[in-house]
């Protein structure tokens, strides 16, 4: 399995491109850039695959991706594989949090870190959404918001 070194910003339509940071997230899984301000960007990373720390969570950078800070997920093994934006309020955001552990000898696919949340403002603050999923520990989860419907939220788990 191949892994990157961070996020890459490209300022001439894809000419050149320089790295921003985020250099030990190894797998991105999305890269949001608010609506109205793109010096606001969200990432959600899931970590390196074998190993414990690296960069792991949701960030955000307020200054166009020189700067970045975790605001959900862990130091250890707790990382986001999915994040959405809610197209009518940009401050809406979910974020699928998959806590997993892969060693040579072993594998766990999900515990009980592994949840959904909600943030009303840009990800400060976060809510562990509960409502009509399993109460056991859930594997990987990707996120859908229905573009007919902006307040159904579909989890794939």
Do not use: C, F
Request: net charge positive; no cysteine; charged share 20%.
């Amino acid at each position: 399995m191949g892994y990157g070194d961070g996020i890459y910003r490209s300022d001439d339509a894809g000419n050149t491109w320089t790295n921003m940071g985020l250099k030990k997230s190894e797998h991105l899984s999305k890269i949001i850039v608010h609506p109205k301000n793109s010096d606001i960007i969200w990432a959600a990373s899931q970590g390196p695959l074998w190993s414990k720390g690296g960069e792991r969570g949701v960030y955000k950078s307020v200054d166009g991706g020189k700067s970045w800070k975790r605001m959900l997920g862990d130091d250890d093994w707790t990382g986001a594989t999915d994040l959405l934006i809610d197209p009518r309020n940009p401050a809406r955001l979910y974020a699928a949090i998959w806590q997993r552990h892969r060693t040579v000898a072993s594998y766990m696919g999900g515990g009980p870190g592994t949840a959904i949340y909600r943030t009303e403002d840009g990800g400060s603050t976060w809510e562990k959404l509960t409502k009509g999923l399993p109460n056991s520990n859930m594997g990987k989860i990707g996120l859908a918001i229905s573009p007919q419907q902006l307040d159904v939220v579909y989890a794939a788990i």
